[in-house]
């Protein structure tokens, strides 16, 4: 095997390894109800651990169109705003997280800003947003934080629902 493949094949790997991870993530991390007081709860944890990282965040959370709670902490703008409402259109659409989509198209060579043919001024496949997936039901909203890098904001919201939920991952969450 020449050298030049090497590192695709090692990248294709990275990749279908941050997919698997994601979808795991997205199976596990399913709610028995989601109701208006569960958003309240959430977002307030999401804000404790951001106020205790020192992390300039705007959180939201929605059930359909509803929106059911908000916080911009200091140091964020309406940008963080802007952001919220473009990846949670993307976990709207796909019934997916938005780091997964985003990953997903860069698995296959793609980038979803030239490729998946929706105006990049209203979607958004940047890490940050998580669907809220009811059992029995599907995906009745999401959550979502901006703010810090994607993956990073992906991470906060992971880790806000792992405590919410009272399960862990197995992993370290970074």
Request: hydrophobic share 40%.
């Amino acid at each position: 095997m020449s050298t030049d493949r090497e590192p695709a094949d090692a990248k294709a790997i990275d990749q279908e390894s941050e997919i698997d991870r994601l979808e795991a993530d997205e199976r596990r991390l399913v709610h028995d109800h989601f109701g208006n007081d569960d958003a309240w709860e959430l977002g307030s944890l999401l804000v404790s651990l951001a106020r205790a990282r020192g992390a300039a965040v705007t959180i939201t959370i929605r059930r359909g169109p509803q929106r059911l709670f908000h916080c911009a902490l200091p140091g964020t703008s309406a940008d963080n705003d802007a952001w919220l409402d473009r990846k949670c259109r993307v976990v709207e659409r796909y019934a997916e997280s938005s780091l997964l989509v985003g990953a997903r198209f860069r698995a296959k060579g793609r980038t979803f800003e030239n490729d998946s043919r929706l105006d990049p001024d209203r979607y958004a496949a940047h890490g940050g947003a998580f669907p809220l997936r009811v059992r029995g039901t599907g995906v009745v909203g999401a959550v979502a934080v901006s703010g810090l890098r994607q993956t990073e904001d992906h991470a906060l919201v992971v880790e806000a629902l792992e405590r919410f939920l009272g399960i862990g991952s197995g992993r370290g969450v970074g």
